[in-house]
């Protein structure tokens, strides 16, 4: 592997072990900013997330259309920059309010995923993409076998210390960026910067002219926006269905990591060479769907733990879906498409967190007339349904 894209797969493996790091600890985190009980953290961690991913809507454009014109090494070497001070924040809060005006500044600069998806297609043919794709899903599946680990061991010396953690390892891998990246954007295809373009509207106009993208893309945010269950109530479902410790909560993360990890090393080239990239899609959001109903009715917590791997075979899913995406964008488009894709997330991660956690809190309140804590997860499942749906009235290719 060359340093260049060991360094952009690394970047990713950190991103995820950043967000793994703090998974673990934010119940009890925000109790203990702001007090309240399980149900109230887990609607102020919604409310998180949400401006973490309002940011991201709105400036996710901006940044791909910037790689386009200026480059993904400056990008990327800010981005981790802001990433560290970020963290550095998070870990000295006192405030609920702090720590949202911590996620705003974050979201903003939160580049780093979607320019590294543009790095990995600026030097990938267009028949490898994908699977390319999925050294970068490989890389966050590894992420999230270190951080929830981490998180979950070094949450016993206080609620700080993974953010600490997490902003030494942001400064490491900026270091080693700045040591090793090449950039991937020429002259040839080089984009003058638009704001007509880089502008969220803007974007999904142009990426979205195409019948084709446009589906694809509708099936991006329902997929996303079901699969952000995970980051939105996982933490507070593992408290109030089996009574998980911050440990057991990362333990239980990790084991998705490693099944992600895997899927995506072992599995990718083998299934696209097989099924192609629409039908990889498909298998993969399948067995997610699967997943979360398993999850949404089981009550043991060991049970949960075997079945947790399973849901990483749905790992399949994004990579394909990015080099159905990729394969249809222009050279020179490739940063406004993951910026675009990047916007797709975010909205998501503005609605999801709030949807879940509301979900969430009103099946596990105290008062609720049923208690349910697996109800988001039947939610995640109808709309895992509905994005097979979608996918499967793509065409299967196109010019």
């Known amino acids: 592997m060359r340093p260049g894209t060991l360094f952009i797969v690394l970047t990713v493996v950190l991103d995820a072990m950043g967000i793994g790091l703090i998974m673990p600890i934010m119940p009890d985190l925000i109790r203990e900013v702001h007090g309240g009980d399980l149900a109230n953290a887990a609607l102020w961690g919604g409310a998180l997330a949400t401006a973490f991913a309002l940011m991201q ?84 599946g590894i992420g999230f076998v270190l951080g929830p680990l981490m998180g979950g061991m070094l949450g016993e010396y206080g609620t700080r210390a993974p953010f600490y953690a997490a902003a030494a390892l942001s400064a490491l891998n900026l270091l080693f960026g700045w040591l090793v990246l090449r950039e991937t954007v020429t002259d040839a295809i080089r984009r003058p910067f638009a704001w007509r373009r880089a502008n969220p509207l ?67 080239r083998w299934l696209i060479a097989r099924r192609g990239e629409r039908g990889t899609a498909v298998l993969g959001i399948v067995f997610e769907g699967l997943a979360c109903v398993m999850l949404a009715v089981v009550t043991s917590g060991p049970l949960a733990l075997i079945l947790t791997p399973i849901a990483s075979l749905g790992a399949v899913a994004m990579p394909a879906l990015q080099g159905m995406l990729s394969r249809r964008t222009g050279a020179d488009a490739q940063g406004e498409l993951q910026g675009v894709i990047a916007s797709v997330h975010a909205m998501a991660a503005i609605l999801s967190p709030l949807i879940m956690t509301t979900t969430f809190a009103a099946f596990t309140a105290e008062g609720a007339r049923v208690f349910f804590p697996g109800a988001p997860f039947v939610l995640a499942a109808l709309l895992l349904g509905l994005s097979i749906l979608v996918i499967c009235r793509t065409p299967p290719a196109a010019a």
Request: aromatic share 14%.
């Open 202 to 268: 803007g974007a999904f106009r142009q990426i979205g002219a195409h019948p084709e993208l446009r589906q694809l893309l509708i099936v991006f945010f329902l997929y996303d926006l079901a699969l952000y269950v995970y980051p939105s109530v996982w933490s507070y479902f593992g408290q109030a269905r089996f009574g998980w410790t911050p440990q057991l909560i990362g333990l239980s993360l990790a084991l998705y990591g490693i099944g992600a990890a895997a899927v995506q090393i072992l599995l990718m």
């Open 57 to 140: 809507f709105l400036f996710g454009p901006v940044v791909g259309a910037l790689s386009d014109r200026y480059g993904r090494r400056p990008v990327l070497l800010v981005s981790l920059l802001f990433m560290t001070l970020d963290y550095l924040v998070m870990a000295l809060s006192g405030s609920i309010w702090l720590l949202m005006l911590g996620r705003i500044v974050g979201g903003i600069t939160a580049a780093t995923h979607a320019t590294a998806s543009a790095y990995m297609a600026d030097v990938s043919r267009p028949e490898d993409k994908a699977a390319n794709f999925g050294l970068i899903g490989a890389g966050f």
